[in-house]
């Protein structure tokens, strides 16, 4: 049965990073998206972030263009835009694709191991999120509207 640990991410420099540096955390993968109505999120998953990191938690962001064409920058332009705009230092990875022939394997993976509502595989919208506990295996996926702070309880529990 696979984990977060075999699969690899793109930076926003172009290059590939293992994901098994991150195994025995609990993250939180979102894919996100600079000109969304849920962009506000990122100051919250900034919160959650600065607030447990310490304790071996993490949040991975993915932008991707997508969903209305919200992502429409480079990965500098998106970097800056998080910086200036929500003081993000959480990891913010280079731009994928979450559904359609050139989803991300780690997407195509986290879509199978937690499906949306009626089964559903598809990413619905930007700001879908993805909780992994520390043995590195999917543990919920929460919907575009549920806010960060709403998550909170679940982060602490796998804490």
């Not at 699969?7 to 600079?34: C, I, Y």
Request: glycine share 10%.
């Amino acid at each position: 049965m696979k984990t977060i640990a075999d699969f690899r991410a793109t930076l926003p420099s172009g290059e590939r990073v293992s994901l098994a540096d991150r195994a025995g955390k609990v993250l939180l993968v979102v894919n996100t998206a600079s000109k969304c109505g849920f962009t506000p999120q990122y100051r919250g998953l900034e919160t959650l972030w600065r607030k447990y990191r310490d304790r071996g938690f993490e949040v991975i962001a993915f932008p991707c263009n997508q969903f209305g064409g919200q992502e429409p920058g480079s990965a500098g332009e998106i970097a800056e835009f998080c910086e200036v705009n929500f003081g993000l230092s959480f990891p913010l990875m280079g731009k994928i694709e979450v559904n359609g022939p050139d989803a991300d394997p780690l997407y195509e993976w986290l879509k199978a191991e937690a499906p949306g509502i009626l089964g559903t595989q598809r990413i619905k919208w930007n700001f879908t999120k993805f909780l992994i506990g520390r043995d590195g295996k999917v543990i919920r996926r929460y919907a575009p509207t549920d806010k960060p702070e709403h998550i909170e309880s679940d982060i602490e529990a796998l804490l």
